[in-house]
């Protein structure tokens, strides 16, 4: 395990029709399942800054940050991130999915858990209340 907890971000971003905008992990941790677009913060880089950076780096969209929705913790034997989730909504841009990503979709929860999402994500939304459709 590193020696220190990353600060990592996320973007909670719904559609019109309240379907959740995630991407398929190209790398480990968690490569291959659905999560929501985000990564770690740069030195000197505010929050909301990182996660609009994120955003348009994963997924090519441009986005408006939000309010902080909560944090989670993500531990393992490598790595262990504290991930900051914040909303935010799409103002321009084409999606396309970027380097460390294979796709961009949008998804309801039947779709996600279907797809494949990582294992604290629905939770994550649930306590929260992230209304996501079904």
Known sequence: MSTAPQVAVGAVVLDA???????????????????????????????????????REETGLLVEV??????????????????????AEVRSGIQRAGSDVTDVAWMGRNELLAAGATGGLLPFLDRHGVDIAA
Do not use: K, M, S
């Not at 309240?18 to 030195?43: D, F, I, M, Y």
């Not at 309010?67 to 504290?82: C, R």
């Open 17 to 55: 029709q309240r379907r959740l905008l995630v991407v398929r992990r190209g790398n480990p941790p968690a490569q291959g399942l659905w999560t929501l677009p985000g990564g770690r913060l740069e030195r000197g880089e505010r929050l909301t800054e990182a996660v609009a950076r994120e955003v």
């Open 66 to 87: 939000g309010e902080l929705i909560g944090t989670y913790e993500f531990i393992d034997a490598d790595v262990h991130f504290v991930i900051l989730d914040y909303r």
